[in-house]
Nanobody
Framework: QVRLVESGGGSVQPGGSMRLSCEIS???????????VGWYRQAPGKQRELVAE???????RYGDSVKGRFTISRDNAKNSVYLEMNSLQPEDTAVYYC??????WGQGTQVTVSS
């Protein structure tokens, strides 16, 4: 059974930084390495949106609102994906979800940016 566990959320002041982690279990490293992984977010009253994604070939794709501020990375040896977030703003406040292979979702972790 595929399971995604996010960590690293919390509260931060505007301009601050935060790192999210997601560990994916229940599958082999070979399967993980060939699949796309990514981060999405959903703010209250809004639809879930793409934050960043790494397809299997290691290219990256970012949502327009986070380009230049957020960086996604993956460690295939650890079945893990990370999101480094810099210059955080109040509009980045949302529940952040890890996604594996477009099908599987984590439980979400709250990120709150507020002074």
């Amino acid at each position: 059974q595929v399971r995604l566990v996010e960590s690293g959320g919390g509260s931060v002041q505007p301009g601050g930084s935060m790192r999210l982690s997601c560990e994916i279990s229940g599958l082999s490293g070979t399967i993980f390495a060939i699949a796309a992984v990514g981060w999405y977010r959903q703010a209250p009253g809004k639809q879930r949106e793409l934050v960043a994604e790494i397809p299997s070939k290691m290219t990256t794709r970012y949502g327009d609102s986070v380009k230049g501020r957020f960086t996604i990375s993956r460690d295939n040896a650890k079945n893990s994906v990370y999101l480094e977030m810099n210059s955080l703003q109040p509009e980045d406040t949302a529940v952040y979800y890890c996604n594996f292979n477009t099908r599987f979702w984590g439980q979400g972790t709250q990120v709150t940016v507020s002074s």
